[in-house]
């Protein structure tokens, strides 16, 4: 296991983005933290964008895919991409955080400050993806990447499987797809978001949380906070296990 990057100025979490010392003392008693699920083999031969917001799963992604700064061709292979939507006070400070990971990685940034408009009938989350892709779009072009990776994970896939039910669709999320001309892989699907977080934890790395993920509002938030928990508690502690392993099939 290669030790994570050291000395990190002004990285600072915000509240509420360590899980439970209970959860992560469980998570490593069950991983060991040699055994993150991580699926390279999706990932294209040639050069990679990675998708960084600065939360935990993006965060452990850069790390992961570039070993800590320490793959030998990591500059080559790899480019931290990042969007400022400029939705949140904390963004611009986001913004500084992704790119000084990406310094400290040995690999390139590109990143944009957008803004974001809504279109007529498109909710403000539809909105930000919108623009997301569009750079994504300019990237996978101007750089010349085969794909781009982002920080999915098996909780996401659940979240979307249970979101995914009244339209009678089973597949979650898949490892690979295009939207456009944009490629994504998602070569964390098979791990959960504590052991995630436990992961940079047992380092002592930090990382960005968004204030929003916490407003049960939004229907995604409502799921992971409300009906997961609930679900688990009252009929089986493995569910998002099994809802993986489902999607899973139901994807290929």
């Known amino acids: 296991m290669v030790q994570p990057w050291k000395g990190c100025v002004g990285f600072q979490s915000t509240g509420g983005s360590n ?3 209970s959860a992560i003392s469980a998570v490593r008693r069950k991983i060991g933290f040699s055994e993150l699920k991580v699926n390279r083999s999706i990932l294209p031969p040639g050069r990679i964008g990675i998708a960084v917001s600065g939360g935990s799963d993006s965060v452990a992604l850069a790390f992961l895919l570039t070993k800590g700064g320490r793959k030998r061709n990591a500059a080559e292979r790899f ?4 969007v400022d939507h400029g939705l949140r006070r904390e963004s611009k400070e986001e913004y500084r955080f992704v790119r000084a990971l990406a310094a400290r990685l040995g690999v390139p940034f590109k990143g944009t400050r957008a803004k974001v408009v809504r279109r007529r009938g498109e909710s ?3 909105a930000a993806r919108r623009v997301r892709l569009g750079f994504f779009a300019k990237c996978m072009k ?4 085969d794909a781009i990776a982002t920080g999915h994970h098996m909780d996401d896939v659940a979240e979307t499987f249970l979101m995914k039910l009244r339209r009678i669709s089973l597949c979650g999320i898949r490892e690979r797809s295009e939207v456009g001309d944009v490629r994504f892989v998602r070569p964390l699907l098979g791990c959960r978001d504590a052991e995630l977080k436990a992961y940079l934890t047992k380092y002592g790395e930090q990382w960005r949380e968004d204030a929003s993920n916490d407003d049960t509002s939004i229907e995604r938030n409502r799921v992971r906070h409300e009906v997961i928990p609930f679900l688990e508690k009252t009929l089986d502690p493995h569910i998002v296990e099994h809802l993986f392993a489902i999607s899973a099939r139901q994807c290929r």
């Open 124 to 126: 403000l989350e539809m």
């Open 19 to 21: 899980p439970p010392l």
């Open 142 to 145: 101007n750089l010349r990447l």
């Open 79 to 82: 480019v931290v991409l990042h």
